[in-house]
């Protein structure tokens, strides 16, 4: 099955910093999403990008599908933004079955 | 609130047991999903349902037996589970393949 690797397993940023997280994956795919989850477990959709760039408020991602990539930046932190953030993918041709990284586990300190 | 409502929030039961998880969506899609998620492992896709037909059985043990009587409910009936299956349990939906899933906000079972 289609392998998705995410990095940094672990981050720790001053409230104000900026950050990148990737997504790595081995297959041609036509949905990628990255999710934020809360620490009550809540999974929050934040993308939906098989391809492109798109911005919300602090948050913005980019997926360069042709070098299998995704990157999600995060910029001016807040506390409430820690959490896991994952990046899940379904394979082209592959149905309805969105398969998941192991996340980056995400703590905003004061 | 996501859209994707799942109860009970908490659920602890015993091997011998019989329970049931619910969830329900009003957003209009047709697509429903149950994942597991277990403690440092990514989450797993058990089942998939797609206008009310399941299209995908991840490989689950038969201790776990999913139904969805239309497109905006979805069970998970459990019996004779095994320790090992306590974990957060999230039901997800989306509109087939296009576009993004929503996930409810999950059943944290425990089997004692």
């Known amino acids: 099955g289609i392998q998705v690797e995410q990095s940094p397993p672990d981050l720790i940023l001053q409230e104000g910093a900026n950050s990148t997280l990737r997504c790595n994956f081995s297959?041609?795919?036509?949905?990628l999403q990255w999710f934020h989850q809360n620490p009550w477990g809540q999974l929050i959709n934040l993308f939906y990008?098989?391809?492109g760039t798109k911005q919300n408020g602090r948050l913005s991602a980019t997926t360069v599908a042709t070098e299998r990539y995704s990157l999600l930046y995060i910029s001016s932190s807040q506390t409430t933004d820690s959490g896991v953030y994952f990046c899940?993918?379904?394979?082209?041709?592959?149905?309805?079955?969105?398969?998941f990284g192991t996340g980056t586990q995400l703590k905003v300190e004061l | 609130e996501t859209g994707v409502t799942q109860t009970p929030r908490h659920l602890v039961m015993g091997m011998t047991n019989k329970k049931s998880l619910k969830c329900e969506q009003h957003?209009?899609?047709?697509?429903m999903y149950w994942y597991k998620q277990s403690a440092k492992k990514p989450l797993e896709l058990m089942f998939v349902?797609?206008?009310?037909?399941?299209?995908e059985n991840n490989s689950v043990p038969s201790r776990f037996s999913p139904e969805c009587p239309n497109s905006s409910h979805l069970f998970l009936h459990l019996h004779t589970l095994q320790p090992e299956d306590s974990a957060l349990y999230l039901c997800?939906?989306?509109?087939?393949?296009?576009?993004?899933?929503?996930f409810g906000s999950g059943t944290r079972l425990t089997v004692v």
């Open positions: 957003l209009g899609h047709n697509a």
């Open positions: 997800a939906s989306s509109h087939d393949q296009k576009g993004g899933y929503t």
């Open positions: 349902y797609s206008l009310e037909e399941r299209v």
């Open positions: 899940a993918v379904e394979v082209t041709g592959g149905g309805n079955k969105l398969t």
């Open positions: 990008i098989p391809s």
């Open positions: 297959d041609s795919v036509n949905n």
